[in-house]
């Protein structure tokens, strides 16, 4: 049976998996292109047996399907070597289950984070992550790839946050990882083995979910004056002081652009949150260390507004007056923060480049841009030399189309490669979910 065929012999049958409402044809699919490339058609369930049946008729036929959330992050990863359909779990948006005094919320996969951030408002609670684009990333795609924000820093990340899951798996069966509680596991937790997964494994359907008490206040400063070097000596010392930042990064590149820097140069910017009296006696703390540094300490007036922007960057960043640019992320050991910034900043002009650390955990992402897809292509090159001489990796999280067949996104091959393509043969042996995200064969 030919391509067409096939496609015109499925339609009918994934219109009963789905319902007339749940399917997409070839004339609406525009929404679901990945750079340029359609899918034939897209299905959108409403519940998780709509999913599972639509995924079981895709692997019987040997359709491979891309799961889809908000579309905010399918850049990350290559093309899918294969792309036939769609599966789109946004109207998945139900909270399933709510429990403020055991401080945990289930929700579908296709509720966008700022929905959720709006009812756990009403009980003073909030999910202390803060991926970028959170209008419309979706907890299915946060999970799948792993996205997190400065708030890393004091709550951890999505590994730490994610208590269970249910999973549609290639051939649509479904099944459920952890539980609604807060415990330890005593077993390999499966949770983990989908988190950043990329929906390579399995469609994350349903997710649990830690949450925390709302902040009084929350408070926020930058210090500035010193340079890069400087500015990692003294988040160590903060770090390793009796002071619980919820955000501390370093900023180097055009801070102002970024998320609202006082002046140009490295920057340090360290937030606070709890009850009054606790972000002032920091406050407090943080003002003697930070001059006895050589720092000036400039407060931050409008706090929001500041997350928000460090919390999107460099998703929502874009430098003036250049037509080519790559968003980037890397991980060094936390010490190595600066010394990895540096590198980088050595090997590239200071108008091509930004960038911000996570130094708790060793978390650096930003943005390279040039004028010629070639120039990017070299810059690209230089930067994952730079961060390759500090022992840490760099990972394209977003590229134009004209270079994307150019570079590669993961970077080299990772040693456990083997061990990754078994699990893929395992969990996926068909090749249905997402192929070619990672690597050849995954």
């Known amino acids: 049976m030919t391509d ?5 012999h499925l339609l009918p049958a994934l219109r009963e998996c789905v319902g007339p409402d749940g399917l997409r044809e070839a004339a609406a699919t525009a929404a679901y292109a990945l750079d340029g490339v359609e899918p034939w058609a897209a299905v959108v369930p409403c519940d998780e047996n709509e999913a599972s049946r639509a995924l079981a008729l895709a692997s019987e036929h040997g359709l491979a399907v891309v799961p889809w959330g908000g579309g905010a992050h399918q850049s ?8 036939d359909l769609a599966l789109d779990l946004r109207r998945m948006n139900q909270i399933r289950a709510y429990e403020p005094a055991d401080m945990t919320v289930t929700v579908h996969a296709g509720v966008t984070v700022t929905d959720l951030q709006r009812v756990l408002a009403e009980a003073d609670q909030f999910f202390p992550l803060d991926p970028p684009l959170p ?6 795609g946060v999970v799948a790839a792993n996205l997190n924000g400065p708030l890393r820093c004091r709550y951890g990340t999505v590994r730490d946050l994610v208590l269970g899951m249910r999973v549609a798996h290639a051939d649509g069966t479904i099944t459920k990882a952890g539980a609604r509680v807060v415990k330890n596991a005593t077993a390999y937790d499966v949770t983990k083995l989908h988190v950043g997964a990329h929906g390579t494994l399995g469609v994350v359907l349903e997710a649990t979910l830690r949450v925390q008490p709302r902040p009084a206040l929350e408070r926020g400063w930058w210090l500035v004056g010193a340079p890069v070097e400087e500015c990692q000596t003294l988040a160590t010392r903060l770090l390793g002081s009796h002071l619980a930042p919820n955000r501390l990064e370093v900023i180097v590149g055009d801070g102002r652009a970024i998320c609202g820097s ?6 340090l910017m360290i937030s606070f949150a709890g009850v009054q009296d606790a972000v002032e006696d920091q406050a407090a703390a943080l003002d003697g260390l930070a001059r006895r540094a050589g720092f000036r300490i400039v407060a931050i007036e409008n706090g929001p507004a500041v997350w928000r922007m460090l919390q ?8 003036h007056g250049t037509a080519f640019r790559i968003a980037w992320r890397a991980s060094v050991l936390p010490s190595d923060c600066a010394k990895t910034m540096q590198a980088l900043a050595a090997g590239i002009p200071p108008t091509g480049m930004a960038m911000a650390a996570t130094v708790a955990h060793g978390v650096l992402r930003g943005e390279i841009c040039a004028a010629r897809p070639d120039d990017l292509v070299v810059r690209l090159r230089e930067a994952r030399e730079a961060v390759s001489g500090v022992g840490g990796f760099l990972v394209v999280t977003a590229a134009p189309a004209p270079i994307r067949g150019a570079v590669t996104m993961w970077g080299p091959t990772p040693g456990d490669a083997a061990l990754m393509r078994q699990l893929k043969a395992a969990f996926d042996p068909r090749g249905v979910l997402n192929p070619g995200r990672f690597i050849d064969g995954l």
């Not at 006082?262 to 920057?267: N, T």
Request: hydrophobic share 40%; charged share 15%.
């Open 4 to 8: 067409a065929a096939l496609m015109t």
């Open 76 to 83: 990350v990863g290559h093309l899918p070597t294969r792309y």
């Open 135 to 140: 209008d419309r990333a979706t907890i299915g």
């Open 262 to 267: 006082p002046e140009p140069g490295p920057a």
């Open 312 to 319: 999107d960057f460099p998703w929502g960043f874009t430098m």
